[in-house]
């Protein structure tokens, strides 16, 4: 009778979730990922809406800093859409589809610095000076506090499951939510102390933070990837704090 070989574990596969006798359950795992998903159609509503008032808005009062805000509304609502997409059917269980994934939410944050950046810039060569917004004003302060709460959420979620294309679409919530702060800094400056070169400035700043966060992403940095490029499954304090 020949010898039954057992399989070799080695600890990163014990760290995976849904590996059989890893740290996460196959039950574990589906629960995870109904809620990420449950998660991720809220934003699309949300960002559905919100997408659609401040781009309204930033078209009649003419701020930049909210028509980026209204885009990065529809930017989010894609990375939502993509995550939704990974945790469907069989792609459900494929590391491809969840390294697919991470690739196009990094694009995602791609897609909302070119255009904010050469926009502000446009706006402070020309002196072009917003019109109050408290239609914004609102939106972004509504913004401010719902975005944090699907934020962390995400990536609490996006640690648990390795998953950095969830992780990745809870930074963009976090990142609107910084949006949302400084627009409404912005909106309230101009408005208040009539300080038109606040909105264009925020916008930049914007631009940049999107550049910086969707790089992390790509690269799989702050989550709890198995695939990414700067070595093997890690965690850090960004995406994996409970």
Same mark, same amino acid.
């Given at each position: 009778m020949s010898a039954i070989e057992l399989p070799v574990i080695t600890p990163d596969a014990r760290a995976t979730p849904g590996f059989p006798g890893g740290s996460t359950s196959d039950r574990q795992r589906d629960r995870l990922v109904r809620r990420a998903k449950a998660l /991720?159609?809220? /934003?699309?509503?949300?960002?559905? !809406?919100?997408?659609? !008032?401040?781009?309204? %808005?930033?078209? %009649?009062s003419g701020s930049i800093a909210l028509l980026g805000f209204g885009l990065d509304s529809a930017i989010e609502a894609l990375a939502s859409v993509i995550v939704i997409w990974r945790f469907t059917g069989p792609r459900r269980l494929s590391d491809r589809a969840e390294e697919r994934a991470q690739r196009l939410v990094a694009i995602s944050f791609f897609l909302l610095a070119p255009y904010v950046a050469q926009d502000a810039l446009r706006a402070l060569i020309a002196g072009d000076h917003p019109a109050t917004s408290w239609v914004g004003i609102g939106l972004s302060i509504s913004s401010l506090i719902l975005m944090p709460l699907l934020g962390q959420a995400k990536q609490r979620i996006g640690s648990e499951l390795g998953s950095a294309a969830t992780a990745g679409e809870g930074t963009q919530n976090m990142l609107c939510a910084y949006l949302a702060a400084g627009v409404l800094v912005g909106l309230l400056l101009n408005a208040v102390f009539g300080l038109w070169w606040a909105d264009p400035v925020i916008a930049l700043a914007i631009a940049g933070l999107a550049v910086k966060e969707g790089r992390e992403t790509w690269r799989g940095e702050g989550c709890c990837a198995p695939f990414a490029s700067t070595g093997p499954r890690s965690c850090d304090e960004h995406c994996c704090a409970p």
């Open positions: /991720s159609w809220l /934003s699309l509503a949300w960002m559905t !809406v919100e997408g659609a !008032v401040a781009i309204t %808005a930033a078209l %009649a």
